[in-house]
């Protein structure tokens, strides 16, 4: 069922990719020199998908990274909290007496009486 589902989102959307990409084949120069715009120093020439895959990718990296920081309080109380928790665990082990196993007696115990 989940192979189905993954064929069922990737399917169409490479279908969508991969039409957008032949839709916008044009070249298109990307000038980076903001005072020469006839002959700059540094351009690249590149069809028009590849820039704005590229692009895409891009903002996609820098969101994951914004919201990785953004959630660093987060991350930190969760490690907090199972550090106490398993302190507490420790502690509550510690406090507990020791059970024997219900097959076992120990041996200050009295035998019955006959």
């Known amino acids: 069922m989940r192979k189905f589902?993954?064929?069922?989102?990737?399917?169409?959307l490479v279908v969508v990719i991969?039409?957008?990409?032949v839709a916008n084949r044009q070249i298109v120069t990307i000038s980076f020199d903001p005072f020469d715009a006839t002959r700059p120093a540094l351009a690249l020439?590149?069809?028009?998908?590849?820039l704005i895959f590229v692009l895409v990718g891009l903002?996609?990296?820098?969101?994951?990274i914004?919201?990785?920081?953004?959630?660093?309080?987060?991350?930190?109380r969760a490690r907090r909290a199972e550090a106490e928790a398993q302190e507490l665990r420790a502690r509550l082990d510690m406090a507990q007496p020791k059970r024997l196993?219900?097959?076992?007696?120990?041996?200050?115990?009295?035998?019955?009486a006959a």
């Not at 991969?18 to 990409?21: D, E």
């Not at 903002?59 to 994951?64: A, F, H, K, S, W």
């Not at 914004?66 to 930190?76: E, G, L, N, S, V």
């Not at 196993?101 to 019955?112: D, G, I, K, M």
């Open 5 to 12: 589902i993954t064929a069922a989102i990737v399917i169409p």
């Open 18 to 21: 991969v039409g957008f990409a």
């Open 45 to 50: 020439t590149a069809p028009l998908f590849i």
């Open 59 to 64: 903002g996609v990296l820098i969101g994951g």
């Open 66 to 76: 914004a919201a990785w920081f953004r959630q660093h309080k987060w991350r930190a």
């Open 101 to 112: 196993p219900a097959a076992e007696t120990p041996p200050f115990a009295v035998p019955p």
